[in-house]
């Protein structure tokens, strides 16, 4: 068996260390299962984050702060 060989999302470098991997995301496949997003440990901080869980996320807490109705 060989193992998974995973590449930074930051850097576009293998990581050599499985210890060193680390998993960010998931993205989804259209037709089928997705895969998985890994960073170097160090790189993890230097991501950018996702736009659409930006907005997400910023709609949920506007919800929470300024409820509808009551």
């Given amino acids: 068996m060989t193992a998974e060989v995973h590449v ?3 850097c576009d470098e293998p990581i050599t260390d499985p210890d060193d991997a680390v998993l960010v995301s998931q993205e989804a496949g259209n ?3 997705g895969w998985n997003v890994w960073a170097h440990s160090a790189h993890v901080g230097q991501l950018e984050m996702h736009p659409v869980a930006v907005r997400v ?3 949920i807490l506007l919800a929470r702060i300024f409820p509808r109705g009551g």
Avoid: T, V, W, Y
Wanted: proline content about 11%; some cysteine; aromatic content about 0%.
């Fill in 57 to 59: 996320m910023a709609r």
């Fill in 31 to 33: 037709s089928g299962p």
């Fill in 8 to 10: 930074c999302q930051h």
